[in-house]
């Protein structure tokens, strides 16, 4: 009778079978978030009720800026509505695009009011010193002749448990703010669950 050494692939099934348990658990043990993980942008949104929030500041907005004066200029509630740009890179950002596209909506049903939407960077720019500037006549965006008393302007900043955003109406003709709105939102994360404090 001969004994034949073992193979070195005789434990290989074992191996594997191991190999994958052992990532099995591993993988069960990464399912739950750290309190650091719970405070991504996304999950501020989501934790933030959009349309308390956004339809208090246009009503807000609204309250604040010029009111309407029927033997004024024609384009006195033409309001241009840029999208909510990063305080820090000046971009919109697909996350925040919903914000500015409630704004639209929110001040469009004002009456009174007709919105424009416009392109940061494409049709108005903040200087390194905080002016708003239009990068075309007032009264031109794209080919269309819209005239506009007001800029509104929404930027945002994300720090780890806090979002801060701020909306302004700019009069363009003068750069004088109309009005000006800001929310702090603060935001607690416990066992992987994000909050909005009260």
Do not use: H, W
């Amino acid at each position: 009778m001969s004994i034949r050494p073992a193979s070195r692939f005789t434990f290989l099934p074992l191996v594997i079978v191991l190999l994958g348990a052992l990532l099995g658990l591993t993988a069960c043990g990464t399912t739950s978030r750290s309190d650091a993980q719970c405070l991504t942008f996304e999950d501020k949104l989501q934790a933030t009720d959009l349309t308390a929030l956004v339809s208090g500041m246009a009503t807000e907005l609204n309250t604040a800026l010029p009111k309407f004066d029927p033997n004024g200029p024609d384009e006195y509630g033409v309001l241009l509505v840029a999208d909510f740009v990063n305080v820090n890179t000046l971009k919109a950002e697909p996350n925040v695009l919903v914000m500015s596209e409630m704004m639209r909506t929110y001040l469009a049903r004002i009456p009174g009011k007709r919105v424009v939407q416009v392109e940061f960077g494409k049709d108005i720019r903040i200087s390194d010193t905080g002016i708003v500037s239009l990068t075309r006549k007032i009264g031109q965006t794209g080919n269309t002749k819209v005239g506009a008393s007001q800029v509104i302007v929404g930027t945002y900043l994300n720090m780890p448990n806090k979002l801060v955003i701020n909306v302004k109406a700019i009069d363009p003709s003068n750069q004088i703010i109309s009005a000006a709105i800001v929310r702090e939102l603060n935001y607690t994360c416990s066992g992987g669950k994000l909050r909005l404090d009260k």
